[in-house]
Each structure stands twice: as C-alpha cells, then as structure tokens.
C-alpha cells in the first residue's frame, strides 16, 4: 500500500501557488485562514481538511487528485480545447424585458483545462460574474459548447448550448449557434459570433445576426430553422 507523503503533498501545493502567480497570503484568503497555515501546509507540517482542500483547489484552479499524485500531467490534445486560447467572446442580440427592445450582448467564455477535457465559463463582459459552467464536446467541423448553471441552489435549471463552425478556421469570426431558455423557460435560437480576440460589437455584426428573409421563407416550407454558419468569406478583408 502507498504510503501518504506529506512533504510532497506539500510541495505539489507550493508549486501550484507558484504556478498561479498567488502568494501565500492570496491562497490563504481563500480559506479564511492566514499564510501561516499555508506555509505549515507546504512544509509538511500540517495537512488541510476536506473543505480546505476544495477550497484549494477551487482557487488553484486545478484537480483534487493532482494534490496527492506527482502525475501531474494535463492533456494537450488539441482535440479538447481547438481554439488554442484560454478566452473566447460571444457577440449576439438579446432580447432586455426592461426597455422591451434587442441589443447587443457580449460575453467571455473562459476555457479552463482538465485531466481529461475542457471546462467552461461564461461570464459578463465587464463584471465577470460567473453565469454558466459546463464542458466543450469537438470534432474536425463542430466545437459544442455545453452550459447549466453555476450553482446547484439557482432557482431554476439552466441548460444552452453555443455550437461553433471551426472548420473554416479559428482565427476569424466564427459563426454559431446559440440555443438557450428564458426566465420562464421559453427555449430559443439566435445566431452568434465567437472570436479569439476582444474586438467590438459592430453594427454591421448586428444586422448580419438577424433572422433573413431568405430564412423566414425556407422556415414557411419545410417549418425548420437551418442556420447558415458556414460563410467564411464574411468580415474578412
């Protein structure tokens, strides 16, 4: 049987400190503790509780097992995250109850590797805040990035979805869709854009996000939305 090592135990925690860029007095913050705790912590003097470990690992970022296991290795598979970034932006119209009308919407969609796959974020532009969580499912001509809610104890559930064409490249635009519910869990689907760089919510995007005539007509017909996100050629110079 493998026996615990608590100095190792320790200096896995000190290099993931590091790693993040935090002081001892940051991580200890984040445990309500002080970074005298820490250091005993990543000298092997003391070992943290259950909590303390999750907090830990919640503000580090990382794995409960990598505390405990030198295999410290996460996968590079290009498969599990295909943007090569760690921040995409989403640009789409929203619908705001309180002035009745569509604008635009744009938020970050943070990009977080694991063990095994990608988690995700989607958080406010300007504050932030944490709305949605969830994992990032890819082949050669589709990402699907899956959302719910970011706490278990939200009032109501909350699932969406952002599919994303990156089979005509990642380095550009990329048209997508996004499939989502309202607050009284009425489903809907809006078009969308992801890009790898911050750039501004244009008018011109705005108008080209709009439902077409040329889909209103073919939705009469055959009474299906298909969305078009296969137009490299658009916004390119």
Not at 68 to 76: A, G, K, L, P, W
């Amino acid at each position: 049987m493998a026996e615990f090592n608590k100095i190792e135990f320790g200096e896995r925690l000190k290099k993931f400190r590091k790693d993040k860029g935090l002081s001892q007095e940051n991580l200890a913050v984040a445990i309500g503790k002080n970074a005298t705790t820490i250091g005993r912590f990543e000298s092997g003097k003391l070992i943290p509780d259950a909590e303390q470990i999750f907090l830990l690992c919640r503000e580090l970022e990382i794995e409960e097992y990598q505390l405990f296991s030198s295999n410290e290795h996460i996968s590079n598979d290009e498969s599990l995250n295909p943007f090569g970034t760690k921040t995409l932006y989403i640009y789409y119209n929203g619908y705001y109850p309180t002035s009745k009308k569509f604008d635009k919407c744009k938020f970050k969609i943070n990009i977080i590797p694991k063990q095994n796959y990608c988690a995700i974020e989607m958080v406010d532009y300007k504050t932030n805040r944490v709305y949605l969580t969830g994992h990032i499912e890819t082949d050669n001509f589709m990402a699907f990035l899956k959302f719910n809610n970011y706490k278990p104890t939200s009032p109501r559930l909350e699932c969406s979805q952002v599919n994303v064409n990156i089979a005509n490249g990642i380095d550009r635009l990329m048209r997508g869709v996004f499939f989502c519910t309202n607050g009284k869990y009425e489903p809907s689907c809006r078009k969308c854009f992801i890009s790898k760089e911050d750039i501004e919510f244009t008018d011109k995007m705005f108008e080209d996000l709009k439902i077409t005539e040329r889909e209103f007509e073919d939705m009469n017909k055959i009474n299906i939305w298909y969305i078009d996100v296969e137009n490299k050629e658009d916004f390119e110079e």
